[in-house]
């Protein structure tokens, strides 16, 4: 291969199986593996002629390659799948026939046939996604609907109307009770077991009738989503003051949730054992004492904003909670724990070396002493840096040499969308895309090629590059969800 084809990756040996090894006829196997040669010893005197030496090809090895062969035909030139075992094998490897534009011109009848002899392991969800909605309506009848549904609850409303009988959405719910909230949803005239509603999706809690709620219930909701007692707080005693008490148990931070006219000594004793803790100011101020407030402050998440400081820290805490100070470096933007007057030069030193960026919090007599301080501080590369757009650089003109050269001048890293292509674009761009771009942008004789190897392999001229080898860094350039380099544009 000249110095301008693109890389061949070596594939490791891999030994044959034995099943493979008994295709061939050998008569010393140690010596095979080995040597990879039979030997012929001084006790074989048969002619080497009278051999019938066979170069089959395992079966496998042949299904497979016919299987690629009719995935590449399918995708660059007949634009359609007729075989219904290549449409779902296709679609289970990830090519989806919509965004590619393949029509699938197998009958529901036989795509279903094949899907039964894939089942359990084949995901139903991902095969509803990728078919056109007139085959799939076919296809997902009442026999594959229950099992669509059992598999992911949320495509019951996608379905065709006409399977929503009552018999339909039982069977439903029955194999998956995940499934009680779409149809409760889709149809709330529709019997069903509330408890089971409730304990399946807990926030369905705040749609079951009045009539139909129960204390167990709202607490089995509560005690698997504490953000729910929002919804109880019109409730009377002592039936609410027992959802506060599940919800508390579950997490303190709960107290948030609970109207301060309503929380008792009680509760913020409850929430105070509860992890994660409540926040100082959901804590009604005459119950607030310093070993409280001390407790709350130390356990208080990890926090890295100003507009989250004044949730969790009370204004001049560090001078309210002297205690506090030995540990004043675990919270964020300390020195405003202080007032101005107490924010010496030394614990400004101490806290600028920290937090170099908070020079707003040092008192401007102490800043003015250290203009070293305030000194420019480098700013990160942007991850924009990384790559160019066509939508940031347009094409000067809309002429095919311009587009050729704008390409070939911006090449390490590209981000466009096929909308943004024009005569001229070189094909390796084309290449970063999807087949469906390929064929209407490339031209006929490298869509020939593609199919003929199944891939760009070969010289490096025809792509209109001149990329000589693949370089390590290539695959390691950021952004690479958004855009593809040129190095490895090929691969």
């Known amino acids: 291969m000249d110095s301008c084809s693109f890389s061949t990756v070596s594939q490791p040996f891999a030994a044959p199986s034995p099943e493979e090894v ?27 002629a009278s051999y019938s030496i066979s170069l089959a090809p395992p079966a496998a090895l042949i299904a497979h390659n016919q299987y690629s062969a ?8 007949t634009g359609e799948v007729s075989d219904p075992l290549q449409a779902l094998r296709m679609i289970k490897e990830g090519l989806d026939p919509n965004s590619l534009g393949i029509r699938i011109t197998a009958s529901p009848e036989s795509m279903r046939d094949s899907l039964r002899t894939l089942l359990p392991d084949y995901s139903l969800a ?11 309506n076919a296809l997902f009848n009442h026999e594959l609907g229950p099992l669509l549904v059992k598999e992911s609850p949320c495509m019951l409303k996608y379905l065709p109307s006409e399977l929503f ?34 304990q399946a999706a807990p926030s369905a809690i705040v749609k079951v009738p009045h009539h139909h709620c129960t204390q167990a219930m709202k607490e ?33 931070e709960a107290l948030r949730y609970i109207p301060k006219h309503r929380i008792t000594l009680n509760m913020v004793k409850q929430a105070m054992e509860s992890e994660p803790l409540p926040r100082i100011q959901d804590i009604p101020e005459h119950m607030h004492t310093s070993a409280m407030c001390q407790k709350l402050l130390l356990k208080a998440p990890a926090i890295n ?17 002297p205690a506090l100070m030995p540990h004043r470096s675990r919270f964020f933007h300390w020195l405003a724990g202080l007032p101005v007057a107490k924010r010496t030069e030394k614990l400004c030193a101490e806290f600028i070396q920290q937090f170099p960026d908070a020079t707003h919090l040092i008192p401007e007599p102490v800043l003015s002493r250290h203009p070293e301080w305030l000194r420019e501080k480098p ?40 909308r943004h292509l024009r005569p001229g674009t070189p094909p390796w761009v084309c290449l970063t895309a999807d087949p469906k771009v390929h ?52 691969i």
């Open 439 to 490: 064929r209407n942008w490339l031209p006929e004789h490298l869509i020939s090629h593609l199919v003929r190897h199944g891939g760009p392999d070969g010289p490096a001229a025809p792509w209109d590059t001149t990329l000589e080898t693949i370089s390590e860094y290539a695959l390691l350039y950021p952004a690479q969800e958004s855009c593809c380099p040129r190095e490895v544009a090929l």
């Open 220 to 252: 089995q909701a509560v005690r698997l989503i504490p953000e729910l007692i929002t919804h109880f707080k019109n409730d009377l005693d002592p039936g609410y003051s027992k959802l506060c008490r599940v919800a508390l148990i579950q997490e303190g």
């Open 70 to 77: 009719a995935v590449l035909k399918s995708l660059y030139q």
């Open 126 to 136: 991902n095969l509803f996604l990728s078919l056109p909605k007139e085959l799939r």
């Open 165 to 198: 009988t009552p018999a339909f959405l039982d069977t439903c719910i029955a194999s998956n009770k995940q499934t009680l909230l779409e149809v409760f949803t889709m149809f709330p005239d529709h019997p069903i077991d509330f408890e089971a509603l409730v």
């Open 22 to 48: 008994s295709a061939y006829p050998v008569t010393n196997l140690e010596h095979l593996e080995t040597t990879g040669c039979e030997p012929l010893t001084a006790m074989d005197t048969t002619p080497l």
């Open 305 to 321: 904003s100003e507009s989250d400081t004044s949730d969790y820290y009370p204004e001049n805490f560090l001078e309210r909670f």
């Open 379 to 418: 700013i990160p590369p942007n991850m924009d840096s990384h790559y160019v757009s066509l939508q940031r650089y347009p094409l000067p003109d809309t002429g095919p040499e311009a587009c050729r050269n704008w390409f070939n001048h911006y090449g390490p890293l590209v981000i466009f969308s096929e």
